[in-house]
């Protein structure tokens, strides 16, 4: 293992290895397969590569995450090891050459997605490279119980086939127990050493708070805090809402969204990763390829999809092995919000089917034509004509698109970013002149504050909804305040790619994916119910829960969490606590701030004190947020 320690100095820089990352590495070079899982901030890619580097040949990582691959590519490059990604869009001639650089050109590293092996040309040409290892990233996507499950990875099985003396190395960050076994029976793993990092992060205190003004709990967290943090929210709006009410309030804070171009991601992230800026505000984009390691609070301000999620984004937090915190902030609605978001826009076989026959219409393909037909695809056009709904349609696009039935670039619909040029006031005056632009410009004003800011990425169909008007109205309102220079006014058609993978089957293609919709829409259901069940939970200790959801079994509570700490609080103190506010509820109704700022007690400790008053019905909560004493 000397060779393994020299290369890691020599191409990484590092003098040793962490935890993990020796044993797989041996695990491999002794010719075995492996599966491995380790929680985000590892270091998994090391595991394939230095192994890789090691012996003649070259290693082919099978991904589904174009950006990883790109990404990892990228900095093999840098370091001068020769790596290829076949991704989406290269032409076959492109591919045919890039295959024989692999062949004769001594690269260490062919990157491609699982699609790509079901290519029978691409297929013939891998089995004549001298491959030294296959590496499977992201392995939960063989799972139908993984939460991204991805058919096309089920064929990587048939590789054993053509390299039986080859060992495959399985690497995942989150997977159950169901999960992992699924991974090793189905890509044929032949007894393999088994390298599980615990989930547990010592370091970081789980925290889940119910308040009533999150941002203002937000400003309380961050002052007490004021290291680098990320806050997580669910769409590109709230970015900017959130963004900018913190700078508002003397906080240095910046945004991160799927919507921005590439300079602007940049420009942010450097900003936020220097340290010009304490906040980064961001969505469910990023994240991939971050690491900082000072980083304090992780918050989320909306219920994430899954514990997955959660946990690989909270994990953000204290990388360098200070206490830091993961807080979770709900309200009662929240629930709701998130069933709206992430339940009610799954399709179901019915809709799937719907809309595939609508889609072949759409492209006037024929019953048993269209394979390898390409096309350009305007989702927003599409669900227009045939009144469907959008983040419905989107999925099941997605879900086509996973089963390998077409092939879907991810880029949607038009770009539209706008900025007002003139004072509010005049704006004001100018509708008072126009008065059947009103409506439109009061939605837009509404809808985006930061709109005279900054250039504001602009959703048409929304303001259309909230103004009362049609999209071709508004878009005719937008057209006349640039001409007269109101506003700055950018439109840009960013229109998908959609290759038909199949010939059109109707019915008969539907039914044969219908089973693994099913299974994914169930799994969604039963993953948002294990994060209402976390927030919920009143009795145990937040870390135990999410270590129980992966496997991992404790019987000793963390101590930092936000139930630990509760537990903390003597017994006298909530007594005297309680009797406090009862008293000032004997005066006035209080909200908890006002509750609070009397009686000198942290958050947490009055929001405990509350609950259980609440639990027996001492008090009650009036529509106004404000606490009463029962009569």
């Given at each position: 293992m000397q060779e393994a320690v020299a290369i890691l100095q020599k191409y990484w820089k590092h003098d040793k290895f962490r935890s993990l990352q020796y044993e797989i590495i041996d695990s491999v070079l002794s010719g075995q397969d492996?599966?491995?899982?380790?929680?985000?901030g590892g270091g998994k890619s090391v595991c394939f590569q230095i192994p890789a580097m090691i012996n003649e040949g070259i290693c082919l990582v099978i991904s589904p995450l174009v950006?990883?691959?790109?990404?990892?590519?990228?900095?093999?490059?840098?370091?001068?090891?020769?790596?290829?990604?076949?991704?989406?869009?290269?032409?076959?001639?492109?591919?045919?050459?890039?295959?024989?650089?692999?062949?004769?050109?001594?690269?260490?590293?062919?990157?491609?997605?699982?699609?790509?092996?079901?290519?029978?040309?691409?297929?013939?040409?891998?089995?004549?490279?001298?491959?030294?290892?296959?590496?499977?990233?992201?392995?939960?996507?063989?799972?139908?119980?993984?939460?991204?499950?991805?058919?096309?990875?089920?064929?990587?099985?048939?590789?054993?086939?053509?390299?039986?003396?080859?060992?495959?190395?399985?690497?995942?960050?989150?997977?159950?127990?169901?999960?992992?076994?699924?991974?090793?029976?189905?890509?044929?793993?032949?007894?393999?050493?088994?390298?599980?990092?615990?989930?547990?992060?010592?370091?970081?205190?789980?925290?889940?708070?119910?308040?009533e003004d999150k941002v203002f709990r937000i400003e309380q967290i961050l002052k007490k805090n004021p290291q680098p943090s990320i806050i997580y929210v669910r769409n590109r709006k709230s970015c900017l809402d959130i963004s900018s009410q913190l700078n508002s309030l003397g906080f240095k804070a910046t945004y991160?969204?799927?919507?921005?171009?590439?300079?602007?991601?940049?420009?942010?992230?450097?900003?936020?990763?220097?340290?010009?800026?304490?906040?980064?505000?961001?969505?469910?984009?990023?994240?991939?390829?971050?690491?900082?390691?000072?980083?304090?609070?992780?918050?989320?301000?909306?219920?994430?999809?899954?514990?997955?999620?959660?946990?690989?984004?909270?994990?953000?937090?204290?990388?360098?092995?200070?206490?830091?915190?993961?807080?979770?902030?709900?309200s009662p609605s929240d629930i709701i919000q998130a069933e709206s978001q992430f339940i009610n826009i799954l399709p179901d076989k019915k809709f799937l089917n719907l809309m595939y026959i609508k889609l072949c219409n759409y492209f006037r393909i024929a019953y048993g034509e269209g394979i390898n037909e390409q096309f350009t695809f305007n989702l927003h056009h599409f669900c227009l004509k045939y009144e469907f709904p959008t983040l419905k349609t989107y999925n099941a696009m997605q879900f086509l698109d996973r089963q390998g039935i077409v092939s879907l670039s991810q880029e949607f619909s038009e770009k539209i970013t706008l900025q007002f040029l003139i004072p509010s006031k005049e704006v004001i005056r100018y509708m008072s002149l126009n008065p059947n632009d009103e409506e439109i410009i009061l939605a837009i004003l509404r809808t985006y504050p930061g709109i005279y800011e900054m250039q504001t990425a602009f959703n048409l169909q929304l303001i259309a909804k909230k103004s009362n008007h049609k999209e071709t109205e508004v878009l005719a309102v937008l057209h006349k305040l640039k001409e007269k220079e109101i506003i700055e006014y950018h439109s840009k058609n960013n229109d998908a790619t959609l290759i038909f993978n199949?010939?059109?089957?109707?019915?008969?293609?539907?039914?044969?994916?219908?089973?693994?919709?099913?299974?994914?829409?169930?799994?969604?259901?039963?993953?948002?119910?294990?994060?209402?069940?976390y927030i919920n939970e009143k009795k145990l200790c937040k870390n135990k829960l999410i270590l129980n959801y992966f496997g991992e079994?404790?019987?000793?509570?963390?101590?930092?969490?936000?139930?630990?700490?509760?537990?903390?609080?003597?017994?006298?103190?909530?007594?005297?606590?309680?009797?406090?506010?009862?008293?000032?509820?004997?005066?006035?109704?209080?909200?908890?701030?006002?509750?609070?700022n009397k009686t000198k007690n942290s958050p947490d400790e009055v929001i405990s004190v509350l609950q259980d008053l609440l639990e027996n019905n001492t008090i009650l909560v009036k529509p106004n947020n404000k606490y009463t004493l029962r009569s």
């Open positions: 492996t599966f491995a899982l380790m929680p985000t950006a990883l691959m790109k990404d990892q590519v990228a900095n093999l490059q840098k370091r001068n090891i020769k790596a290829i990604a076949l991704t989406g869009g290269i032409r076959s001639d492109e591919m045919i050459d890039l295959l024989d650089n692999c062949q004769f050109g001594n690269y260490k590293f062919l990157y491609l997605s699982p699609e790509r092996l079901q290519s029978d040309w691409i297929m013939d040409r891998i089995k004549n490279l001298p491959i030294n290892l296959i590496t499977i990233d992201e392995a939960h996507c063989v799972s139908q119980w993984g939460h991204d499950f991805r058919p096309a990875y089920l064929k990587i099985s048939a590789l054993k086939k053509h390299f039986p003396q080859t060992p495959f190395l399985a690497l995942t960050a989150t997977a159950t127990p169901r999960v992992k076994e699924d991974i090793i029976n189905e890509l044929g793993l032949h007894k393999p050493h088994i390298f599980e990092k615990s989930f547990a992060r010592e370091n970081i205190a789980y925290m889940v708070f119910e308040v991160y969204h799927g919507g921005l171009s590439s300079k602007e991601k940049d420009k942010n992230m450097q900003s936020w990763m220097d340290e010009e800026m304490q906040i980064i505000v961001a969505t469910n984009a990023f994240g991939m390829g971050i690491d900082k390691a000072n980083v304090k609070t992780v918050i989320h301000i909306q219920l994430p999809e899954n514990i997955e999620n959660y946990y690989q984004e909270a994990g953000r937090a204290g990388r360098n092995g200070e206490r830091a915190f993961a807080i979770l902030l709900t199949e010939v059109r089957e109707d019915d008969k293609t539907i039914n044969r994916v219908s089973k693994y919709l099913e299974n994914q829409n169930q799994l969604k259901k039963e993953q948002l119910q294990s994060v209402i069940q079994i404790t019987t000793v509570d963390c101590g930092i969490c936000s139930f630990c700490i509760t537990k903390k609080i003597k017994k006298k103190d909530v007594t005297l606590l309680s009797k406090e506010i009862i008293t000032l509820l004997q005066a006035e109704d209080l909200n908890s701030r006002d509750i609070q």
